[in-house]
């Protein structure tokens, strides 16, 4: 494809009526652009310039060869220029995956933000909790709350949160307030397992703690609801109890000690993205790390 750079320069040449105005234009030696050109007239197999020591004169297969390649050379200009204006203005539609809770609690504003930002760009969001597969759906993007995904795809780190133990105010006043972890055995403990262990930390200790509950749910909005409704105690990041915690249904527990983070991902297929994805992520990353 060094042909098409070469074309280009050829282009530039002819332009500036001489290698020294080319130069001047391009930044390159005027050896290496007689050089260039020398290259692909040998590739092309005819003259295209008449050269003497004041100037370029075009021969008759160079006059062809110019005007196809000024016009192949504009297009390619223009098509630079206009993917520049998507980059600072893009349009489309953003296909996201996200996750239900999440979104609906803390990243709403965000995403009202960034439609405000962008105009041009519409979105088809689906709220689901399954994993979408990125591979074989129309997604440009996912996010994630978890472990990374496998090696196939390329996951990009937004932000890193940090859970703590919550529960209703009359839940407490009904079945006390757990001093340690080890207390938590004894309560009902809400989390998408029906039995299972939390890892708390308090800075110096980590300890794993079993839990368990009567209630086995794999929705963690019905798990915070299910805690605001004097259910239990959750595992969770602050982020996602906002709500709760700002009307006074949930208040925090054993504050001193702490869930392991959980690391929030961007997930794509692959590492090229167009514009609208790209400002999608570095938007979020800049707003929740």
């Known amino acids: 494809m060094d042909f098409l750079n070469d074309m280009a320069l050829f282009v530039e040449v002819v332009k500036a009526k001489g290698f020294r105005g080319a130069s001047e234009v391009t930044g390159i030696p005027n050896s290496t652009l007689s050089r260039r050109i020398s290259l692909l007239e040998k590739a092309i197999g005819l003259r295209l310039l008449h050269r003497t020591t004041r100037k370029v004169e075009l021969t008759e297969a160079g006059q062809i060869y110019f005007e196809r390649c000024k016009r192949i050379v504009e297009e390619a200009r223009l098509a630079h220029e206009q993917l520049g204006e998507m980059v600072a203005q893009p349009s489309g539609v953003l296909r996201v995956s996200l996750p239900v809770d999440f979104t609906v609690t803390y990243l709403a504003p965000l995403l009202t933000e960034f439609a405000g930002l962008y105009p041009g760009i519409t979105f088809d969001l689906d709220l689901t909790p399954r994993r979408v597969d990125l591979v074989s759906e129309p997604f440009d993007v996912a996010i994630r709350m978890g472990e990374s995904e496998s090696s196939q795809l390329i996951a990009r780190p937004l932000a ?130």
């Open 160 to 289: 890193s949160l940090t859970s703590y133990l919550y529960a209703s105010p009359h839940y407490l006043e009904v079945s006390g307030v757990p001093d340690s972890p080890g207390d938590l055995e004894w309560h009902q403990c809400l989390s998408i397992q029906k039995a299972g262990t939390w890892e708390l930390n308090d800075g110096v200790r980590t300890i794993s703690v079993a839990v368990g509950g009567r209630f086995m749910v794999n929705s963690v909005g019905l798990i915070r609801r299910l805690a605001a409704l004097d259910q239990g105690i959750v595992l969770m990041p602050e982020e996602i109890v906002a709500n709760e915690l700002g009307n006074g249904q949930l208040c925090r527990v054993m504050p001193e000690w702490k869930g392991a983070p959980m690391t929030v991902y961007a997930v794509t297929e692959t590492r090229l993205l167009p514009a609208k994805t790209q400002l999608f992520i570095d938007f979020l990353r800049a707003r929740l790390g």
